[in-house]
């Protein structure tokens, strides 16, 4: 079946802090891909990533397609990265997106 | 704008009333979906447009749910007779279409209450 999967569902952290969160996928899922939902409930798209590796600032990604899982570092957390992480992917050839459940990170100050 | 717009942001609806909720994409983006985000949980896909024809619709959950796009840019989702359990925020994103995979640009979404 079509299975998205995240850990953990919440993360409470200190400002600085580095955190990792994780995806697990099923093989019937493809363009892995990461967002982030800040609490005024906008998404936007972190990273496009099938397979390898990424930066961007303070955050990179990682996908082991052979294994089915993905993971997001965010390094030196500010309290502007809290939200709702993402992952999704695609499935059946289609561009239509299935969403894990998302991790909520709290970063205080 | 340059991004996607959705109205009303807001919405609340007593049990049995229609509600419709629009959705302008990007301009000059051929595809368009629409999710259903319930409390606490991820975005769950509703249905997908390119221009005016309606190609997927395998997610709305029930006969009451309506979308349409007949000028292949604004999107319009109707909900008859709306129940509790539509409550959710209603989640439009747009895409060009012209490339085998792209990013889908978000909208704010709209926040459906149905008392």
């Known amino acids: 079946g079509i299975q998205v999967e995240q850990s953990p569902p919440d993360l409470i952290l200190q400002e600085g802090a580095n955190s990792t969160l994780r995806c697990n996928f099923s093989?019937?899922?493809?363009?892995l891909q990461w967002f982030h939902q800040n609490p005024w409930g906008q998404l936007i798209n972190l990273f496009y990533?099938?397979?390898g590796t990424k930066q961007n600032g303070r955050l990179s990604a990682t996908t082991v397609a052979t294994e089915r899982y993905s993971l997001l570092y965010i390094s030196s957390s500010q309290t502007t990265d809290s939200g709702v992480y993402f992952c999704a992917g695609t499935y059946q050839g289609a561009q239509k997106l299935v969403f894990g459940q998302g991790t909520r990170l709290t970063i205080n100050p | 704008g340059a991004g996607v717009s959705q109205s009303p942001r807001y919405k609340v609806a007593k049990r049995g009333q229609d509600v419709a909720l629009r959705c302008d994409p990007i301009s000059g983006h051929v595809s368009l979906f629409w999710y259903q985000q319930a409390l606490g949980q991820g975005p769950e896909f509703l249905t997908y447009?390119?221009?005016?024809?309606?190609?997927?619709k395998s997610g709305l959950p029930s006969d009451r749910f309506f979308a349409e796009r007949p000028e292949g840019s604004v999107s319009t989702l109707k909900i008859q007779r709306t129940q509790q359990e539509d409550s959710a925020v209603y989640l439009c994103a747009s895409l060009t279409g012209q490339r085998r995979w792209e990013t889908q640009y978000f909208g704010p979404g709209t926040r459906l209450l149905v008392l």
């Open positions: 093989d019937s899922v493809n363009n």
């Open positions: 990533i099938p397979s």
């Open positions: 447009f390119q221009n005016e024809a309606q190609l997927d």
